[in-house]
Structure formats: structure tokens, C-alpha cells
T-cell receptor, first 109, second 115 residues
Framework: AQRVTQPEKLLSVFKGAPVELKCNYS??????LFWYVQYSRQRLQLLLR??SRESIKGFTADLNKGETSFHLKKPFAQEEDSAMYYC???????????FGQGTRLTINP | GAGVSQSPRYKVTKRGQDVALRCDPI?????LYWYRQALGQGPEFLTY????????KSGLPNDRFSAERPEGSISTLTIQRTEQRDSAMYRC?????????????FGQGTRLTVV
């Protein structure tokens, strides 16, 4: 079964502090992993995907197949990072995305 | 704008009524998806289309839910005999190809409230 778990519903950190949003997954094959973000009053949008190995807005995520994790990290949080973050997976070439419950990140000034 | 457009943005309906939610994808996008998101949860897959063909409807919760995309562009998600448990945000997304390979672009969503 495909499953994505985000253990933290809420995460609050101070501006300038490091931030890590946790994501664990369950999938029998080779998954594609994604982080989607929804800023206030905006639509859900792709932040990054593991296959592209990019750093977007200072965020990075490393796929750890041994721990079945895809945690999202940023060394220095900014106030504009406050948003809802969703981890998602898709099977290779698959159409549907399986989302986690989401983590609401709040960056305090 | 050339993004995914959903209408209406908000819909309040009485229990037992039928509702139709519309999604206008990005022009040229082959794949179109419907997701449902309950409060405090992540989006949950309902169904998807490639062109006009409904390829997977395994996420539709029961036979009151149906979707179509007759000309391979605009899609309609219909819920018959609505129930209070149908209240949720309904999200549509489109992509050039499979969501596992290409970016899925989401609409603003339709917030459905069944009273």
C-alpha cells in the first residue's frame, strides 16, 4: 500500500532558525517524491521533487530509501516560508499522487 | 491567466441536492485529476483522465460520484444526492503527462458545504 506520513501537523520556528519538516513513506517499488506548498490564499503548488535534486527557495530534500524518508530542510527560515506543506509520492510513471496530511509551518519573527 | 480554473469557488447546497463542479485545465494538458481534501487532511485522489478517457476512478467513494471530460478539456465532477459527509475542498489539477513524471498544476479548489 502507498502511504505518506507527516508526523507533525504544526511546526513553529523562529526566523533564522533551521527548519526540518518530516516525511516518511511506504511504497513497495521506486517512488517519485514531492513537496507541495500552499501559501495563504494561494493554490497548491509544487515546491520540489527528489528527481530534480534542486534547491528551491533555499529548501532541499533528500530521499533516504533505507529510512523511507524525504524530509524537507532549510538552514535559515524566513517569515515568507510560513505555509502549509504537503509531502506526496507517485509510483514511477504513475498518474496519481498520494499526499500526506500536511504540516503547517509558522515562522515567528 | 493560464492556470487551472475551477468553478464555483464556493458552493453551499442542501442535503439531497445534486452538484456539479467544473474544472478548466491548462490548455494542452493531457492529464486531469480530481482530488478531495477534508479539513485537516491532505488531498485524496478521486479520479483522473488522459484526454477524454477516464483512466482510473478507483478513488471515487461511491456511485453518487461521477466525472467526465467529454472533449478532453473541461471536466465536470458531479455528486448526486449530496450528504453532509461530502463537505470538503475539491481540487482539480492538470499536467502535460503522468503526475509521477511531470508537474501537476492545481486550481484554487471548490469549497463544498452540504447543509
Amino acid at each position: 500500500a502507498q502511504r505518506v506520513t507527516q508526523p507533525e501537523k504544526l511546526l513553529s520556528v523562529f526566523k533564522g532558525a533551521p527548519v526540518e519538516l518530516k516525511c516518511n513513506y511506504s511504497y513497495s517499488g521506486s517512488p517519485e517524491l514531492f513537496w507541495y506548498v500552499q501559501y495563504s490564499r494561494q493554490r497548491l503548488q509544487l515546491l520540489l521533487r527528489h528527481i530534480s535534486r534542486e534547491s528551491i527557495k533555499g529548501f532541499t530534500a533528500d530521499l533516504n530509501k533505507g529510512e523511507t524518508s524525504f524530509h524537507l530542510k532549510k538552514p535559515f527560515a524566513q517569515e515568507e516560508d510560513s505555509a502549509m506543506y504537503y509531502c506526496a509520492l507517485a509510483g514511477l510513471g504513475a498518474q496519481k499522487l498520494v499526499f500526506g496530511q500536511g504540516t503547517r509551518l509558522t515562522i515567528n519573527p | 491567466g493560464a492556470g487551472v480554473s475551477q468553478s464555483p469557488r464556493y458552493k453551499v447546497t442542501k442535503r439531497g441536492q445534486d452538484v456539479a463542479l467544473r474544472c478548466d485545465p491548462i490548455s494542452g494538458h493531457v492529464s486531469l485529476y480530481w482530488y478531495r481534501q477534508a479539513l485537516g487532511q491532505g488531498p485524496e485522489f478521486l479520479t483522473y483522465f488522459n484526454y477524454e478517457a477516464q483512466q482510473d476512478k478507483s478513488g471515487l467513494p461511491n456511485d453518487r460520484f461521477s466525472a467526465e471530460r467529454p472533449e478532453g478539456s473541461i471536466s465536470t465532477l458531479t455528486i448526486q444526492r449530496t450528504e453532509q459527509r461530502d463537505s470538503a475542498m475539491y481540487r482539480c489539477a492538470s499536467s502535460l503527462g503522468p503526475a509521477g513524471n511531470t508537474e501537476a498544476f492545481f486550481g484554487q479548489g471548490t469549497r463544498l458545504t452540504v447543509v
